[in-house]
């Protein structure tokens, strides 16, 4: 895999800029400063109210899991490792493996989602928990609502980033790049609504004792769209030829992993302030 740089490039020491430091990295260090307040604001409410509950506040203890919590803070550390060997390869121009981590990354991401999404079904319909009938639930869904809003962003980003890496050398010539890029992005999306309508449903099923059988025959629509969707997303990922991509680019994604390591950071305190402590 070919990349258009034209020689190694010194990604931490910008000069054309007064600071040194390259303009993308600057701007996304005051936006992540700025969401630092932000996150700071919704995890201090949530606190304030614990540390003070109403009557008839709901023991937090009988509804949470956490040992499903707990498994998906791994899978969401473990996605920072594979952000930060993307990284890495692509400042050495390494582009397939780049994509390999990307990939990976995503897949992590969806997980941590995934585990998001059936814990609050389950908080809704199980334990009666919503955001409105206590304070708890208010703080609670406000805050890691926010958060997997914001790891949804990133998922979101990852894969435009990994689609960008397929760009050919020359492309802005023409249209054809443009147009399969955007099917390359909607078949992205439909596989992943796929692969989660399947994996919440499987969830469901093995939860409820209804086993294999049960979750292949109620749920034959998503696994064939999700099937199809690998064989379509392994066709547009085969290699056609040199890329605008490279080390010119490893600036666009450590800004990326940035944004990727302070959600996996805030998520960390999250899971300290909102799960453990309330085991303590």
Not at 111 to 138: P, R, W
Not at 192 to 197: F, K, L, R, S
Not at 203 to 231: C, K, M, P, R, W
Request: charged share 10%; hydrophobic share 50%; net charge negative.
């Amino acid at each position: 895999m070919s990349s258009h740089a034209s020689g190694p490039i010194d990604h931490h020491h910008d000069h054309t800029t007064s600071t040194g430091i390259p303009n993308k990295k600057l701007f996304m260090w005051a936006f992540l400063a700025s969401d630092c307040m932000f996150f700071g604001t919704l995890i201090s409410t949530h606190l304030i109210y614990r540390l003070h509950p109403p009557p008839g506040s709901p023991s937090v203890t009988d509804i949470f899991s956490i040992e499903l919590t707990s498994f998906s803070t791994f899978i969401l550390l473990m996605s920072s490792l594979l952000m930060a060997l993307a990284v890495n390869s692509l400042q050495k121009g390494q582009v397939k493996s780049t994509r390999t981590n990307l990939l990976g990354t995503i897949f992590f991401g969806l997980i941590f989602l995934g585990c998001q999404v059936y814990e609050f079904i389950h908080f809704v319909h199980e334990k009666g928990l919503t955001l409105s009938n206590t304070i708890f639930g208010s703080t609670f869904y406000t805050l890691t609502g926010t958060h997997g809003c914001h790891v949804a962003i990133g998922v979101l980003w990852l894969v435009l980033m990994y689609i960008r890496s397929f760009k050919p050398v020359g492309a802005d010539e023409g249209r054809p790049w443009l147009i399969r890029s955007v099917a390359h992005l909607l078949v992205f999306i439909v596989t992943i609504v796929a692969v989660m309508a399947a994996t919440l449903g499987l969830v469901h099923d093995l939860q409820t004792g209804h086993g294999i059988g049960h979750f292949v025959s109620t749920h034959a629509l998503s696994l064939g769209v999700s099937l199809g969707g690998f064989i379509a997303l392994f066709g547009f990922g085969r290699s056609r030829g040199p890329v605008e991509f490279g080390e010119a680019n490893a600036i666009d994604v450590e800004s990326m992993g940035l944004y990727w390591h302070f959600v996996d950071i805030v998520w960390i305190v999250i899971f300290t302030a909102v799960y453990l402590l309330e085991y303590l």
